[in-house]
């Protein structure tokens, strides 16, 4: 378990505009292969000084775009639409209805998991008073 926050912060830093990889991989506790692996799949573009990643603030923010939206869940198709959607010159609008209806789709599936969830323990915990007698 690390003393990393439950959510990874999307808010930017006022005093920072350029960020190497081990700079974001100990921020967000992920490794230089995953920040690699986001850049191949199209997520995060960093900037190229030689073999060196510059990241900037924009990458940061998508990247903290990338890593909530697989904490609860969601596909990396899913996590690239909705942070693509920013680019779309519309103040975000669309960005935050889609989300917005991505999360409530994703809280109504959980609930439901968690219900489920809810009632095998029930069942469970049902099912060992049953039995655990005839053990003594």
Same mark, same amino acid.
């Given at each position: ?41 199209? +997520? ?24 909530? /939206? @697989?904490?609860?869940?969601?596909? +990396? ?7 693509? +959607?920013?680019?779309? /010159? ?18 109504? +599936?959980?609930?439901?998991? @968690? ?22």
């Amino acid at each position: 378990m690390t003393n990393l926050p439950a959510y990874a912060p999307i808010e930017p830093l006022p005093d920072r505009h350029r960020f190497s990889i081990s700079d974001l991989s100990a921020e967000f506790g992920v490794t230089a292969r995953a920040l690699r692996f986001y850049e191949d799949e199209g +997520l995060i573009a960093p900037e190229r000084r030689g073999t060196v990643r510059i990241y900037s603030p924009r990458d940061r923010a998508r990247l903290a775009w990338i890593l909530r /939206g @697989k904490r609860v869940g969601f596909s +990396l198709a899913e996590i690239r639409e909705m942070i693509d +959607l920013y680019d779309i /010159g519309d103040g975000r609008r669309a960005q935050r209805e889609v989300t917005i209806a991505r999360c409530r789709d994703r809280i109504a +599936l959980l609930s439901a998991q @968690k219900n489920d969830i809810d009632a095998a323990i029930e069942e469970l915990t049902h099912f060992i008073a049953v039995i655990e007698p005839g053990l003594a």
